[in-house]
């Protein structure tokens, strides 16, 4: 099973929710683009907050120094993100694949974050409350459908908004994964007892057609 982790806009948990759902299935962990904090990459963060020994974590196609929208951000790298040099790592396991800011984040000139996800991905939108921000999870969700994406579920991160939810939910047909708390800190202890809470669920996404 391969699960592409993607946001509604930035900073709303997408590394958490993957680190969680790594430690769940015990799943490998690719981010494509890492834009900015290459010292602590979200590669670095989860790789941390893991404590199972079987997840990989592998290499990003690319690292960009600028933490900016991956397009410019290569371009300050005096670079072009190139589709063909994404390339999927392989492996027998289950595969979470991160990626940068939400799905319409352009890439280049032609290409956004949508554009990495291939046809056997199973996408996790990672949803946070606030003013406007089920504007932005409907329009992520409609972009999704649009391209004929398959949807696995919607994870809520931070603070509880039940009518936020309860309208995306309804709008959506979306099923929810879990939610994350606004937890003071997350280390692996945190991490392993949402693990535990979302695993079933996350399991029941390789059953489902």
């Known amino acids: 099973m391969k699960l592409f982790i993607t946001g509604i806009s930035t900073d709303v948990g997408k590394t958490i929710a993957s680190a969680i759902i790594v430690e769940a299935l015990e799943a490998d962990y690719w981010k494509p683009i890492q834009a900015g904090d290459l010292d602590n990459s979200d590669s670095h963060k989860v790789k941390s907050q893991i404590s199972n ?3 990989q974590i592998f290499e990003n196609s690319y690292q960009l120094h600028t933490p900016a929208s ?14 063909k ?18 799905i319409l984040v352009p890439l280049n000139e032609t290409d956004c ?7 056997d991905y199973k996408v996790i939108v990672v949803s946070r409350h606030y003013l406007g921000s089920i504007n932005h999870t409907l329009l992520t969700i409609e972009a999704l459908k649009n391209r004929k994406i398959d949807i696995a579920g919607i994870i809520f991160s931070g603070d509880e908004n039940k009518a936020t939810e309860s309208i995306i939910l309804n709008k959506t047909g979306i099923k929810s994964i879990g ?4 937890e003071p800190y997350f ?4 991490v392993k007892e949402y693990a535990d809470l979302f695993r079933e669920n996350l399991l029941n996404l390789d059953n489902r057609q």
């Open 53 to 55: 020994p079987k997840s």
């Open 179 to 182: 939610r994350i708390e606004q």
């Open 85 to 102: 040099k994404i390339i999927e790592p392989k492996t027998q396991n289950h595969l979470v694949i991160e990626g940068a800011g939400g």
């Open 70 to 83: 991956p397009h410019f951000a290569a371009e300050l790298d005096g670079i072009t993100i190139d589709l």
């Open 113 to 119: 974050v949508v554009d990495i996800i291939q046809a």
């Open 187 to 190: 280390d692996q202890n945190v």
